[in-house]
Nanobody, 124 residues
Framework: HVQLVESGGGSVQEGGSLTLSCTAS????????MGWFRQAPGKEREGVAA???????YYADSVKGRFTISEDNAKTTVTLQMNSLKPEDTGMYYC???????????????????RGQGTQVTVS
């Protein structure tokens, strides 16, 4: 049973930091693309950051220099470190994955096979 479980959301003041984690279970592919997406009320889903199995990382322009995506040595948990948070970073953050596929250049626009339940981030 393949599953993505997010954790680490919460409320923080502008300028603060949060760390989101996405733990994957049941995924045995050596090639994959895992990404963090967010959606604010009334807005479309936005790709925030992605990490490929080859170690390449991808970021939305709006978060470059502030957010960092990484994975643990066991390659079971992907972490999104968010610093210098802004009110516009508020939204539901989802971990999404495409086992067996690389991160394509249009990673923000692609559909992902797996998605977690989401974790809320609120910046005020």
């Amino acid at each position: 049973h393949v599953q993505l479980v997010e954790s680490g959301g919460g409320s923080v003041q502008e300028g603060g930091s949060l760390t989101l984690s996405c733990t994957a279970s049941g995924i045995t592919y050596t090639r994959y693309c895992m990404g963090w997406f967010r959606q604010a009320p009334g807005k479309e889903r936005e790709g925030v950051a992605a990490l490929a199995s080859d170690g390449n990382t991808y970021y939305a322009d709006s978060v470059k220099g502030r957010f960092t995506i990484s994975e643990d040595n066991a390659k079971t948990t992907v972490t999104l470190q968010m610093n210098s948070l802004k009110p516009e970073d508020t939204g539901m953050y989802y971990c999404q994955a495409n086992p067996g596929l690389p991160c394509f250049s249009n990673w923000q626009l692609r559909e992902y096979k797996l998605r977690g339940q989401g974790t809320q981030v609120t910046v005020s």
